[in-house]
C-alpha cells in the first residue's frame, strides 16, 4: 500500500471493502454472465467486454457468502491484474476516498491472512476491509482460465 491512495469503496452482503484504484479499470452495470463450466470456484461465468472474454469473480464465492441471483443494482468492477482483465461482482459501489498509511492496518495485525485482504482501513467511525485484488485468482486459478478460455478468444 502506498503512503498515500485512493480506494473504491464497495459492498457485498452489507459488508464495505476497498480496492486500490490502480487496479480499477472502470465500473459498469451488470451484465448477463455466462456459467462456463471447469472454471476456478471463485469464477461465476464469463462477460464479453468489448470483444474480450472476461471471468467474472464472485465476491460472495470469495468471502463464503450465501449466493444469489443478479439483481439490477449489481455492479461490475473491471480491473486489470498482472495476468488477464477480470469483473469483480458486487453488490454496490459507493465512492473514491483518500486514504494515508495512518488509516489502515496490515491483514497480519488484525485476522488471519487472506490471499485477497491486504489490511483494514479505518475511515471515520467504519472498518473497511482493504482487498488485494491479485489474490483473488492463484497462479493455478490462472492457468487453468488460460487452458479453459483460450478457445474463446
Same mark, same amino acid.
Given at each position: ?6 480506494? !473504491?469503496?464497495? #459492498?457485498? %452482503? %452489507?459488508?464495505?471493502? #476497498?480496492?486500490?484504484?490502480? &487496479?480499477?479499470? +472502470?465500473?459498469? +452495470?451488470?451484465?448477463? @454472465?455466462?456459467?462456463?463450466s471447469? /472454471?476456478?470456484? *471463485?469464477? =461465476? %461465468?464469463?462477460i ?8 467474472? @469473480?464472485?465476491?460472495? &464465492?470469495?468471502?463464503? /457468502?450465501?449466493?444469489?441471483?443478479i439483481? !439490477?443494482?449489481?455492479?461490475?468492477i473491471? !480491473?486489470?491484474?498482472? &495476468?488477464?482483465?477480470? #469483473? ?18 496490515? =491483514?497480519?495485525? *488484525? ?7 491486504? %489490511? *483494514? ?8 476491509? !482493504?482487498?488485494? =485484488? ?9 492457468? @487453468? /482460465?488460460?487452458?479453459?478460455?483460450? #478457445? /474463446?478468444?
Amino acid at each position: 500500500m502506498n503512503s498515500l491512495c485512493q480506494l !473504491l469503496i464497495f #459492498a457485498v %452482503g %452489507g459488508q464495505r471493502y #476497498a480496492l486500490d484504484i490502480s &487496479r480499477v479499470q +472502470r465500473v459498469v +452495470r451488470i451484465v448477463e @454472465i455466462t456459467p462456463f463450466s471447469g /472454471l476456478p470456484s *471463485v469464477v =461465476a %461465468g464469463i462477460i464479453n467486454m468489448h470483444g474480450e472474454v472476461v471471468p467474472v @469473480i464472485s465476491l460472495r &464465492r470469495c468471502c463464503a /457468502l450465501p449466493e444469489r441471483g443478479i439483481e !439490477l443494482s449489481d455492479r461490475l468492477i473491471i !480491473l486489470g491484474l498482472e &495476468r488477464r482483465n477480470v #469483473a469483480l461482482w458486487v453488490d454496490e459501489v459507493f465512492d473514491l476516498r483518500d486514504c494515508n498509511e495512518t488509516q489502515w492496518t496490515p =491483514a497480519e495485525e *488484525v485476522m488471519n491472512k487472506l490471499a485477497y485482504v491486504e %489490511g *483494514v482501513f479505518k475511515n471515520r467511525d467504519e472498518l473497511v476491509i !482493504l482487498h488485494d =485484488a491479485e489474490g483473488y485468482l492463484s497462479r493455478n486459478d490462472h492457468d @487453468i /482460465l488460460d487452458r479453459e478460455l483460450v #478457445a /474463446l478468444q
